[in-house]
């Protein structure tokens, strides 16, 4: 069968790849469960292979700490939608990296309070994947919960994001935040032109969750990490989204890891010259270096001698 005809520019690959997917999926749903006609056949099987199937790889947008504070500081109406969306995204980001219709759902129940009575942590099931989500609060994300907490709502939500709209269904639901997550986005935009962001119109809520990813991924965190705080379904998809990123940033990663085993291997080669014994010292070394790590150092700055000196236990 012959490819079919362009789809033209106004649709971007991604999404029709998205929608045929979908529509193959009823299809063969469709024949498995015999709704299909008597004998028809399954037309994705003739499209194997066709462009408009593949996937365009997308470089993800993402914001620097700096930029995600720009955006916090931005002033914004008291008490308007513009700022209840501003505290929302920074909120996401520094609670894991919420989606929108978690945050926009997110009630004062699923906000777990330490001795003293301030937001601690977040508990909550994740309204696409219905997964049990679980992230302590952070001072930022305690910040903006905190400036919310003596408002009171009788339907318990966090946000006035989803006011007027009826909730009381799944369906239901998904339209709503489907509808002010549009809203949302538009109004980022406009925080971005303010806060002097590069590419203002480059912004959606769902950049908190890329922008986290890339800050932990510069902050030394593996993709089974970043999966487990994404709270991906696979590890496959988290490395999907960090291939989105530019190269600069994976190849600073790629390179501090390379630091730490040079100066690991200097460390254990001079351990070996002096006769002491190697394999209780190459682990210590290993512990060590990874402390070193996640308390801030660069891989890439530590020297043979320094390396070696951590060995010294």
Known sequence: MAALSPHGDGLKQNYV?????????ACRQAIRVGEAPA????????????????????????????????????RAEPGSMVEVVRDAFVLAFYAGG????????????????????????????????????AVPAVPEAAE?????DGLARADGFVFPLLDGYD?????KRRQAVSARNAYANKALK??????GLS???????????????AYLLDAGLGAHAIKEVLRHSSVQVTERDLGGFDRGLLDEAYRDAFGVVKALTVAVSEEQTRGRPGAMSVAKGRRRAVRVTRRGERPSELTASSACDRCQV
């Open 98 to 133: 919420m989606r929108f219709g978690d945050a926009a759902l997110l009630r004062w129940a699923d906000v777990e309070r330490d001795a003293g009575g301030a937001p601690n942590r977040l508990v909550y099931r994740a309204e696409k994947t219905r997964k049990p989500t």
């Open 144 to 148: 903006v919960l905190v400036r919310y």
């Open 199 to 213: 590419d203002p119109d480059a912004l959606t809520f769902h950049v908190a969750r890329h922008s986290l990813a």
């Open 167 to 171: 909730l009381s269904t799944p369906a």
């Open 17 to 25: 790849r998205k929608v045929l997917t979908c529509v193959r999926t």
């Open 190 to 195: 406009k925080l971005a032109r303010r806060a």
């Open 39 to 74: 004998g028809w056949a399954d037309p994705f099987e003739r499209l194997q292979g066709d462009p408009l199937l593949r996937t365009e790889r997308v470089e993800k947008g993402r914001l620097t700490h700096g930029e995600i504070a720009a955006l916090a500081a931005v």
